[in-house]
């Protein structure tokens, strides 16, 4: 069975980096069927995709968030990571890695496809 | 890129079938899929590619997608389907997830 797990550390200061990793059993994350994505959910909220990663290192970002988001893996370790920048209050929320699988309706760069796998969540606060 | 309208709540008794909707502009050339989430979970997939269910969904579970709505039905509805329902697409044209604001359903 596949299991996902969010760990990092559990509060940012405002203006720092947000750093989260999941960590992949059960399977392998160099599954060529597979993406791997970060999701999250502010207290109270709705869900909002922060962006996902192919093994190979291809990767794709809400545009919303693209200018202060690194997602990067490790297959060595079956491992994905999640950096955010400069955050604020704003960012508060529980970060959820996920894994996406591939319906093979591709057109472009992407293919549609849905999360089904998640990880547990790691609730992250901003907060001096 | 697209917006997915969901209404906000749906409210359903015991027995009776609940219809959570996600609108979208031409949503019916997009798969669609829909999540549960009960309070303090994660969210759990229970309908892919617009009718599939995943192993271990009942049956009770089903989706319908044509011109600008998708549906998530739920027949026979109990008080353990109360939870969160979200829809979600993958938008190839701008390569990035799109999920729904969420429905709340309750069953009173």
């Known amino acids: 069975q596949l299991q996902l797990q969010e760990s990092g550390p559990g509060l940012v200061k405002p203006s720092e980096t947000l750093s989260l990793t999941c960590t992949v059993s059960g399977g392998s994350i160099s599954s060529r069927s597979y993406y791997w994505g970060w999701i999250r959910q502010p207290p109270g909220k709705g869900l909002e995709w922060i962006g996902s990663?192919?093994?190979?290192?291809?990767?794709y970002y809400n545009p919303s968030l693209k200018s202060r988001v690194t997602i990067s893996v490790d297959t060595s370790n079956n491992q994905f990571s999640l950096k955010l920048s400069s955050v604020t209050a704003a960012d508060t929320a529980t970060y959820s890695c996920?894994?996406?699988?591939?319906?093979?309706?591709?057109?472009?760069?992407?293919?549609?496809?849905?999360?089904?796998?998640w990880g547990q969540g790691t609730l992250v606060p901003v907060s001096s | 890129s697209s917006v997915l309208t969901q209404p906000p709540s749906v409210s359903v008794a015991p027995g009776k079938t609940a219809h959570i909707t996600c609108g979208g502009d031409n949503i019916a050339d997009k798969s669609v899929h829909w999540y549960q989430q009960k309070p303090g979970q994660a969210p759990v997939l229970v309908v892919y590619d617009d009718s599939v269910r995943p192993s271990g969904i009942p049956e009770r579970f089903s989706g319908s997608n044509s011109g600008n709505t998708a549906t998530l039905t739920i027949n026979r509805v109990e008080g353990g389907d109360e939870a969160d329902f979200y829809c979600?697409?993958?938008?190839?044209?701008?390569?990035?997830?799109?999920f729904g604001g969420g429905t709340k359903l309750t069953v009173v």
């Open positions: 990663i192919y093994y190979s290192g291809t990767t």
């Open positions: 996920a894994r996406y699988t591939s319906l093979g309706y591709c057109t472009g760069t992407s293919c549609e496809g849905y999360f089904d796998y």
């Open positions: 979600q697409v993958w938008d190839t044209n701008s390569d990035q997830a799109i």
